[in-house]
C-alpha cells in the first residue's frame, strides 16, 4: 500500500514537472520584454533537466533507507 501510494506520488510529480518544464520554455520563447528573462528562464528549464535524474536518485535512497524500497 505504501509503495504504491509513493510511486503514485512520484510519477505525479516527474508528470506535473515535465508539464511545468514544457509550458516555462514555450513561454520564454514568446516573451516580448527584456531578453534576459527569457533567457534565464530557459537556463532555469535546462538545470531543472539536469536536475531531474538526481532528485529521482535521491528518492530511491530516501525509500531504500525507510525500508520501503
Known sequence: GVLLALVIVLVSFVYAVFFQIQGLWRAAKKYQG????????????????????????????????????
Open 34 to 69: 527584456s531578453r534576459i528573462w527569457a533567457i534565464l528562464a530557459q537556463i532555469v528549464v535546462v538545470v531543472t533537466i539536469i536536475g531531474i535524474p538526481f532528485a529521482l536518485i535521491q528518492w530511491l535512497r530516501l525509500l531504500k533507507m525507510a525500508g520501503i524500497f
